[in-house]
């Protein structure tokens, strides 16, 4: 389980719950938890190679510094949203110090791109040094209202190198 000493079962565990957890909510659907648990894909995982790829445990305080030169991928928990994802009520975003990782950003020399919530509070950490895009998706809550989400797509290139076509600008046409 998700207490076991063994960082195998406890990662198998925890894929295991997210794999049956409705948006990364344990515990806290109906829906899911009658619905068939399936392991599509788990197969692959066995063979997954990739040698630029690292995982690491802590707090992007921490580990951002030490990947200085690298383009990073970050998915904050949403600004506006905070109390109601992951944990029991919340519990594990509602102290997420949004000001820091901006400031912790702003010293990122690799570059990054990241989804957060659109939202006037975060346009305003990260106006004036990033590039803003907006993609909106369908979206549905509990199975019946549809409406369309829009999600802030920031970026900051490597300081060294600014392509003269983005991935973004390739991606959002």
């Known amino acids: 389980g998700l207490d ?14 997210i794999k049956g957890s409705y948006s990364g909510k344990i515990g806290c659907s109906t829906v899911r938890s009658r619905a068939e648990f399936r392991l599509v894909g ?3 995982l066995r063979n997954f190679h990739a040698p630029n790829v690292s995982f690491c445990h802590g707090s992007c305080f921490d580990t951002i ?3 200085e030169n690298d383009f990073l991928y970050l998915d904050p928990p949403y600004y506006e949203t905070v109390s109601h994802y992951y944990g029991k009520d919340g519990a594990l975003h509602k102290s997420f110090d949004h000001e820091k990782f901006c400031d912790t950003l702003k010293q990122h020399k690799g570059g990054f791109v990241m989804s957060y919530d659109n939202s006037d509070a975060v346009r305003a950490l990260y106006d004036g040094w990033t590039e803003f895009r907006y993609l909106t998706f369908p979206y549905q809550m509990s199975g019946t209202k549809r409406y369309d989400k829009t999600e802030l797509v920031i970026v900051k290139y490597p300081e060294k190198v600014k392509p003269k076509v ?3 600008e390739a991606f959002m046409v």
């Not at 076991?4 to 719950?17: G, H, P, Q, V």
Request: negative net charge.
């Open 42 to 44: 788990i197969d692959k």
């Open 65 to 67: 510094p030490l990947h």
């Open 4 to 17: 076991s000493e063994d960082k195998w079962e406890r990662a198998l565990s925890f894929y295991i719950a």
């Open 166 to 168: 983005t991935p973004l």
